[in-house]
């Protein structure tokens, strides 16, 4: 199998990490995206995460029954930060072919990573590149041998999580901005709301303890 792995805080997903998944997905020709959540995301230990078990409930949410996408939680058995190396160690042994999507800036950082030189020997690198992003592929890391870096134009989609962690908690609608099970699971749970969030603003959650299935 053509397995792409697509990591992240995913906190929440969107819609833009699943176009760029089906980007990827059509451009090499992979049999299967596996969206990877980092447990402790060794980059973002400057500020407080969802805890692992809501955000893979939402990522399997996001995925749906779509069987082009799955999530991966290995990561999340483990203790401490994520590292890829790990995770592509852990991954190589079921015999897939193992495609690492990474953005532009990750891609531009590459040679800081633990053991970039394996990440390589492991896995082939498609690199995620918007429309307007900076980056000359094969630019970075060539000197670390292994397998070809993959260039992946992708639909240019300006949806972060943290804008969506802002408008929940400012009350304004994050619909169509998320799946709608993402939506529903976010109100559900009263993730991302501010102390100062309406509860009645549309697309924002509600009480804690009201149904998913209560829509406007």
């Not at 890829?84 to 891609?107: M, N, P």
């Not at 492991?122 to 870096?149: N, S």
């Not at 908690?169 to 009263?190: Q, T």
């Amino acid at each position: 199998m053509r397995l792409g792995l697509l990591g992240g805080t995913f906190d929440p997903p969107h819609i833009g990490h699943l176009i760029a998944a089906q980007d990827a997905l059509q451009v090499l020709a992979l049999d299967c995206v596996a969206l990877v959540p980092a447990a402790i995301p060794p980059h973002k230990q400057d500020r407080p995460v969802t805890p692992a078990p809501e955000r893979a409930a939402m990522l399997a949410l996001a995925c749906g029954d779509d069987p082009r996408f799955r999530v991966e939680t290995l990561e999340l058995d483990r203790t401490g930060p994520s590292y890829t190396i790990d995770t592509l160690r852990a991954l190589a042994s079921h015999g897939d072919e193992l495609f690492l999507l990474i953005g532009t800036d990750q891609y531009a950082e590459f040679g800081t990573w633990r053991e970039p030189e394996e990440v390589r020997r492991l896995a082939t690198l498609g690199v995620l590149r918007r429309a307007g992003d900076e980056v000359r592929i094969g630019a970075v890391g060539d000197d670390l041998g292994g397998r070809p870096v993959r260039d992946v134009p992708v639909t240019r989609i300006d949806i972060s999580s943290t804008l969506i962690r802002e408008a929940v908690a400012a009350g304004r609608s994050i619909r169509y901005l998320v799946p709608p099970g993402v939506e529903a699971y976010i109100r559900a749970h009263g993730l991302y709301r501010g102390p100062e969030t309406p509860l009645e603003a549309e697309g924002a959650p509600r009480d804690r303890h009201s149904s998913p299935n209560d829509e406007q």
